[in-house]
């Protein structure tokens, strides 16, 4: 943390993190593959955190002062940094944040970063009355297709419980609710950060956070849960953990859908936050989308031209995002 409030950190980046799947393949199907893969792999300098939808700025520095900062004190000492998840007009923040966020994207570029588009971060706006209603939005197929799979929420029991719950002071149960968020992690295309066991500990002790466990329960089975937090209008959806292959017999990612939106929608909730990854299996429960840019300064001028160049190669769900719109 600088002394100015922004959190930063320092790894060695895979370049071919956040590329398309295809193109992805045929780069290391090329002669000497192992070789491209540790050339791709560079030290970086982030700016931000991985356990915030958007970068968290100081209130007291202006977006000239931030650039200027980052240039001076963070971009020396490695080859890249990027100054992650910069919101873009996002109808999930006030006013005051969105122009902070445009002037700091209109600095940096006049500094000379380069802007990537970021994922697509998914929610929903709770502008319906019911399930009913919500779904009566979404094309026929895709509320036969919902319809069919919410039936496995018959057969089980939803518990919500608050972070800092007597539950969770038992070490056992932590590990194995753990061990359920590594399996998801583990059967997942993008891998950027993993949780420590100490930190998700962390999470479900502090009575102060506003965290909500979703847990589904068959019988004595713990089948999955998700890991969300009421913040203001909004459930924001963190973390979830599955019991394989059980939740996939049970649907338990429709059925938690759908249990968050109730959630939302019982408690005057404006939004339903659902997070990264998987933007066409959201897209299909009905969420729309709001994107972020990073903003990534690269020491080298040579491999800031070439990276420059290959941006729209990093950049997978805006193009996910203008098939769905063309």
């Not at 980052?70 to 996002?90: E, F, L, M, N, Y």
């Not at 998914?122 to 197929?141: E, G, K, Q, W």
Request: with cysteine; aromatic share 14%.
């Amino acid at each position: 943390m600088s002394e100015q409030g922004l959190p930063y950190f320092s790894t060695r980046f895979d370049l071919l993190t956040t590329v398309d799947n295809d193109v992805r393949t045929k780069l290391l199907r090329w002669p000497g593959s192992g070789l491209w893969r540790r050339l791709l792999t560079i030290d970086t300098n982030f700016i931000g955190t991985t356990v915030n939808e958007y970068s968290p700025f100081p209130a007291d520095m202006t977006p000239q002062a931030l650039s200027g900062w980052i240039q001076r004190h963070c971009a020396g000492d490695k080859k890249i940094t990027i100054i992650k998840d910069v919101p873009q007009h996002s109808p999930l923040l006030q006013e005051q944040d969105n122009q902070y966020s445009q002037a700091l994207i209109a600095e940096c570029t006049r500094r000379g970063f380069i802007l990537v588009e970021g994922q697509a971060l998914a929610y929903v706006p709770i502008d319906f009355n019911s399930v009913d209603d919500y779904l009566s939005r979404l094309s026929h197929s895709r509320r036969r297709n919902i319809r069919r799979k919410l039936r496995s929420r018959r057969d089980l029991r939803l518990e919500v419980l608050h972070t800092g719950d007597n539950r969770f002071h038992d070490a056992g149960w932590r590990q194995h609710l753990y061990q359920l968020y590594q399996a998801v992690y583990n059967q997942s295309d993008i891998h950027f950060d993993l949780l420590s066991a100490e930190f998700f500990a962390g999470l479900l002790l502090d009575a102060e956070s506003g965290g909500r466990v979703f847990c589904y329960w068959l019988g004595q089975e713990l089948v999955g849960y998700n890991l969300c937090y009421q913040r203001g209008d909004k459930l924001i959806d963190k973390y979830i953990g599955l019991n394989y292959p059980l939740a996939l017999e049970y649907n338990l990612y429709v059925v938690s859908w759908f249990a968050n939106l109730e959630y939302a929608l019982e408690n005057r909730l404006g939004y339903y936050v659902a997070g990264w990854t998987d933007p066409q299996i959201k897209a299909d429960l009905g969420a729309q989308f709001t994107f972020t840019v990073h903003l990534a300064w690269v020491r080298n001028p040579l491999l800031r031209r070439i990276l420059n160049r290959f941006r729209h190669y990093f950049e997978s769900d805006a193009r996910w995002h203008q098939d769905q719109q063309s």
